[in-house]
């Protein structure tokens, strides 16, 4: 048996510059050449790759994600990432004869009775279909997502040792399974592929010489495809597979994060200005005070259900956006929170995607969206109003 899989070359790309278990990619073409091989990629291939990275499993209930429009087997050779779909992105996806557009938020949200060019969302839907391209959206499950929307926040504001703020993801498993395979480094590096964690063998004295017994936790979603694979490689004693519940939290789904500077941290007033300017924006709305940031949460997007997370956790502020007004009064002294704004908090991750995906994908081109899609504006006057 050949052990020398496509999983080995998926690892190298997945265990760079990551904290905590990689994530899967998609199985290559054998070529190492670029160009040539833009028909072997199809829509289904970067969707595999997105949903092993973000399971629509993890979804909030209300959301609407995975492939929303488009051919599955459409062949791809160059994709969009953006934060919204709207018509300017999609006329950007035409002139660069993209494919696939890629999106944070979905397009379609609620069930529509009717596609019409006669408004936009009809206008951008019909555009789309009759241009065949295709539309992959990724919301809160990559909100939830280990390396997701937060942690890009939390990387460009500079934290390090980053964890979720919040783990309430209860969809750990506990495998156990049988080999009589001598190579175990194989299936360890399967367990490690599907981001199984405590995996561990040994042998039992008495029993059939060479046998191996192998435990880990997995997450729920990927046992089918671990199993799928281990007897794909012949790695796996009929009837030996067995799957249980465990009552813990996921390690690699949650929401938020929580991460530090390092020694003593930095002041308010430094911290607030690297927020401007990590994010590039003029100004933020906060609330509270602390004179030294070191222990920081965030939450990309609306997060400010997370604040008594935040809170219990420790920190010395908290950034996230779409906070209401009631929401900025803070009962702690030295608490710090942010509202540096939806779209500033969550576009970073574009690129992130963007990034990932040119890595995965080395055959394709993969694009930035260069369309302002933030439907709000701010105007910063000079004018000093004495009656607030």
């Keep these: 048996m050949n052990c020398d899989t496509d999983y080995d070359k998926r690892a190298k790309h997945l265990h760079k510059g990551k904290r905590g278990p990689p994530k899967p990619s998609w199985e290559k073409p054998t070529s190492k050449s670029r160009r040539p091989h833009h028909l072997n990629t199809q829509v289904r291939h970067i969707t595999n790759f997105m949903h092993q990275w973000a399971p629509p499993g993890i979804k909030m209930s209300y959301d609407n994600v995975g492939l929303i429009l488009g051919d599955p087997s459409a ?7 953006c934060l919204d779909v709207t018509e300017d992105v999609v006329d950007e996806a035409l002139e660069k004869k993209c494919e696939l557009i890629v999106s944070h938020h979905p397009l379609i949200f609620k069930e529509i009775s009717s596609i ?12 789309m279909i009759r241009n065949n391209i295709a539309l992959l959206s990724v919301h809160t499950n990559l909100d939830a997502a280990l390396d997701g929307v937060s942690f890009v926040l939390a990387n460009n504001l500079g934290l390090d040792d980053l964890q979720f703020l919040e783990k309430n993801y209860n969809i750990s498993r506990k495998i ?7 190579d175990s480094e194989a299936v360890l590096k399967l367990l490690n592929y599907y ?10 004295d ?9 435990e ?13 694979a281990l007897e794909k490689e012949e790695l796996l004693k009929r009837g030996s597979f067995q799957e249980m519940e465990v009552n813990t939290p996921t390690n690699n789904f949650g929401m938020g994060v929580i991460g530090y500077y390092p020694d003593s941290g930095i002041a308010m007033d430094e911290f607030l200005h690297l927020v401007c300017r990590a994010l590039d924006v003029p100004s933020v709305r906060f609330s509270g005070s602390s004179e030294r940031i070191r222990k920081v949460a965030v939450c990309g997007g609306a997060g400010v259900f997370l604040k008594k997370a935040a ?7 908290f950034v996230t956006a779409d906070i209401k007004y009631h929401d900025y009064f803070t009962e702690n002294k030295d608490f710090l929170l942010v509202d540096a704004g939806h779209y500033e908090s969550e576009f970073p991750v574009v690129e992130a995607v963007r990034k990932e995906l040119a890595e995965a994908f080395e055959q394709l081109e993969v694009d930035a969206t260069e369309s302002v899609t933030n439907p709000m504006r701010i105007y910063v006057t000079d004018f000093e109003n004495k009656n607030i």
């Excluded at 062949?75 to 990432?81: F, M």
Aim: net charge negative.
């Design 216 to 228: 880990a936790i997995i997450d729920q979603h990927n046992v089918a495809q671990l199993r799928a």
């Design 206 to 214: 008495g029993r059939k010489e060479g046998q191996k017994f192998f």
């Design 311 to 317: 809170v219990k956790a420790g920190a010395d502020a």
């Design 75 to 81: 062949p791809v050779s160059r994709i969009l990432v």
């Design 195 to 204: 981001s199984a964690e405590e995996a561990h063998f040994w042998e039992v």
């Design 176 to 182: 156990s399974l049988t080999t009589d395979v001598d």
């Design 116 to 127: 019409n060019p006669v408004d936009e969302q009809g206008r951008i839907i019909y555009k």
